[in-house]
């Protein structure tokens, strides 16, 4: 396991990631680096790299060149295998729908990533029902997710992200199938429970609102990063007053 | 404009699907074609008569095992006709959608019901068109004699054989002559065509049967424009299954027994035969329901003790879904039964007849043979019924990929959720099976031998439990399943590519 000290300040870093889709190239030399704690929006229009990009980040794909570190280790040259355990143990994943079991309750569903770390089924259920818990939706602890609002079942989503309590959470639109009001739910949870935590959080979307969570905006646009800024809507101390 | 959808716009409808849609298309087509293949081959064996042939094949040469012949091959149409109906679920996720778009053109339920309807019919139709083409093409190329020995077998009249035989006395003193006589023979009996009428009812059976089969699939949903709801019931009956399974077997073990106890005369009579069938019937619902119950008991029973997450996931899918393992088990647990039953049989003719003659043993073993062969399509049936599991949850498999989960956890998961609900249902119906065989024939063969002086001597044979068999059969199940839906995980492979991700 690659643990994290204050001393590593860049806990992730990309430098020059080229990736392609066949004959379409979706990132062309993006560097980027999230220090601990950081909660970071990658934004920019559909189509502009940015999905493609944090895919690259969590090691899910190998970009064609470039680096990405994780806690002063490269990742993108390790096995499959390697990456995979480096996601259950050290990343925390979030899409914007369709990853939780759906035959599977809310309490098995956040106590997965922890049975296959190999905790004991009556300690990963009692962490889950825990951050079911953190995240105000312990009575849904044995439903499953066809019976739940969109809203609910990304919150056991977020849940599940972050119950193995990870250095870094990547976030693909966690928040695009929602309204506004789950949405914000989410994202205030999220954003709170991370920074309790020092989790850092990779946070894509194409909506300026949530980018304001952020205490940091990469916009990306055809494959390169255009800008690096303080979002500009909202402050993320604002946001932090919600907590 | 007639206001309504035409048949012709409907089937062009049918066939814009993708490529699931072209593997469910071919697989109706092949699954029909064998179908249509076995059941004409079916009709073509009853329709041999005493001046036809001689045939190589021995069990063709004795009129009273055509029967016998042609339960085996309709019994082999179950499983394919099974597999047929779970190849309508190929790439349904992806059909539902289309279908959900026809609607959304402004397409009416009705519309929609002549687009499925149509493509299952027309893809069956094909299928069996192919399975005719076959086996008029089979007739003509296998119809020409070959030099061969066959058995001729005619009833003793007092007259002995010029050439050596194998007599068999029976009761009341009148036996078989088993010839062995070298000549021109036909290797299957290409030399009868089953009545026109027949042939035409065949040919049609399948696709009309797939038509019905689509239609009452589409009973159970219900096509929106904005997608498709399917209304499952969750909960499979508990008590139903497990009546009439009881019933059943209870009924058949002690059919002899009653019979003997009652002094019922079943000879040449058609009512105790109907009545085995209904017990057959009530058995296989039974088994066929209770799978489903089973499947459910045994994933609510795993899922909150499963300390290891494939067998969690396994569980929970089980659990969720009791009706999906009733459909992919069902045709390869009827397999098991009726394979338990000839299990059952085999032991009591062997125990009966001469073991010196190879007839009887030739002709089980070929009985053995169809059952593996239904024993392999029922469980290709479940490969299609695994694949199309794996396929629709890709975005969830993905998923779960991408936070960590190992795709070996996923495999095993898959492995478990066909080997948690086979191992127990097929331990019952092979038990169903072995029961109803020595319910029906009996545990004891009493054997007459007649000394030199013509004096009967008789002497009592237990037959025994085929154990050998029942559990190669069982064991022999289970590692077809196995290896069969193994294949399905070259599918879990491209379901968990993280570009699975990307589409929304």
Redesign the interface.
């Known amino acids: 396991m690659t643990s994290v000290t204050h001393e590593d300040p860049e806990v992730l870093t990309a430098r020059s990631i080229v990736k392609s889709y066949g004959n379409s190239p979706a990132l062309r030399g993006v560097s980027l680096s999230a220090a601990r704690g950081d909660v970071l929006a990658i934004t920019g229009p559909s189509g502009s790299g940015k999905s493609t990009l944090l895919l690259c980040l969590a090691g899910i794909l190998r970009p064609d060149a470039g680096e990405v570190s994780f806690a002063g280790r490269r990742i993108d040259t390790e096995s499959e295998s390697v990456r995979s355990a480096l996601r259950r143990r050290e990343f925390g994943v979030l899409f914007q729908f369709g990853q939780l079991v759906p035959e599977m309750t809310a309490a098995e569903n956040v106590g997965l990533p922890l049975l296959l770390s190999g905790v004991r089924r009556r300690e990963a259920m009692t962490a889950a029902r825990l951050w079911l818990d953190r995240f105000g939706v312990a009575d849904l602890a044995d439903q499953r997710p066809p019976e739940m609002s969109g809203g609910q079942a990304q919150r056991v989503a977020v849940a599940r992200a972050l119950v193995t309590e990870p250095e870094v959470l990547f976030a693909d639109e966690p928040t695009g199938a929602l309204d506004t009001f789950a949405g914000e739910q989410v994202l205030v949870q999220l954003t709170r429970v991370a920074r309790e935590a020092g989790t850092t959080v990779l946070l894509v979307t194409h909506d300026a609102q949530v980018a304001a969570y952020a205490d940091r905006e990469v916009v990306i646009r055809d494959g390169v990063v255009e800008g690096d800024v303080v979002p500009a809507s909202s402050s993320a101390g604002q946001h932090r007053m919600h907590t | 404009m007639t206001g309504r959808l035409t048949w012709p716009t409907a089937l062009w409808l049918a066939a814009k699907g993708g490529r699931s849609d072209v593997v469910r298309i071919a697989l109706t087509v092949c699954g029909s074609a064998i179908g249509t293949l076995a059941l004409l081959v079916a009709a073509t064996v009853i329709s041999i008569r005493p001046d036809d042939g001689p045939y190589s094949i021995q069990v063709l040469e004795e009129q009273g095992l055509h029967v016998g012949v042609v339960i085996a091959l309709v019994l082999l149409c179950i499983p394919v006709l099974a597999f047929v109906g779970q190849c309508s679920r190929v790439g349904a996720p992806a059909r539902d959608r289309r279908l959900a778009a026809i609607r959304l053109a402004g397409g009416t339920p009705r519309d929609v019901a002549r687009v499925a309807c149509g493509e299952a019919a027309v893809a069956a139709g094909i299928g069996a068109v192919g399975g005719l083409a076959v086996y008029l093409v089979g007739r003509i190329v296998l119809g020409s004699p070959v030099l061969g020995t066959y058995t001729r077998i005619t009833p003793l009249t007092g007259v002995q054989p010029s050439t050596p035989s194998t007599e068999l006395p029976v009761e009341g003193g009148v036996g078989i002559s088993y010839e062995q006589v070298t000549g021109p023979v036909l290797r299957l009996p290409t030399d009868v065509l089953p009545p026109l009428w027949v042939v035409v009812v065949l040919v049609l059976l399948i696709p009309v049967a797939a038509a019905a089969f689509s239609r009452l699939a589409l009973r159970g949903v219900t096509i929106s424009p904005f997608g498709v709801i399917r209304h499952r019931r969750i909960r499979p009956p508990r008590l139903l299954p497990a009546i009439l399974f009881l019933v059943g077997v209870v009924a058949l073990a002690s059919f002899a027994t009653v019979t003997k106890a009652f002094d019922i005369d079943l000879s040449g009579v058609a009512a105790p035969a109907l009545a085995v069938l209904a017990l057959f019937l009530l058995t296989s619902v039974g088994l066929v329901l209770g799978t489903a119950a089973l499947a459910a008991g045994i994933g609510g029973l795993v899922?909150p003790?499963?300390?290891?997450?494939a067998v969690?996931?396994a569980a929970?899918?089980l659990?969720?879904?009791p009706f999906g393992a009733s459909r992919a088990f069902g045709a390869l647990m009827l397999t098991v039964l009726i394979g338990a039953g000839a299990q059952g049989v085999r032991a009591n003719i062997l125990v009966s007849t001469d073991p010196s003659n190879t007839f009887y043993r030739d002709t089980l073993d070929l009985v053995n043979l169809v059952i593996v062969v239904a024993v392999v399509v029922a469980a290709l049936g479940l490969l299609v019924v695994a694949a199309e599991g794996i396929v629709a949850r890709r975005?969830?498999l993905a998923?779960?990929?991408?936070?960590?989960?190992?795709v070996g956890?996923l495999r095993r998961a898959v492995l478990t959720e066909a080997l948690l609900p086979l191992l127990p249902t097929s331990l019952l119906a092979t038990t169903a099976g072995a029961l109803a065989a020595r319910g029906l024939l009996g545990t004891t063969f009493t054997e007459t031998t007649f000394d030199s002086a013509g004096q009967p001597t008789s002497r009592i044979l237990s037959v025994p439990v085929p154990w050998a068999e029942l559990g190669v059969l069982v064991a022999g199940t289970l590692v077809v399943t196995l290896l069969i839906t193994s294949v399905s995980l070259l599918f879990l492979r491209s379901s968990t590519d993280?570009s699975e991700?990307?589409a929304?």
């Open positions: 899922a003790r499963a300390r290891r997450p969690l996931i929970r899918r659990a969720a879904d975005r969830s998923a779960l990929t991408a936070a960590g989960t190992p956890v993280p991700l990307r929304a």
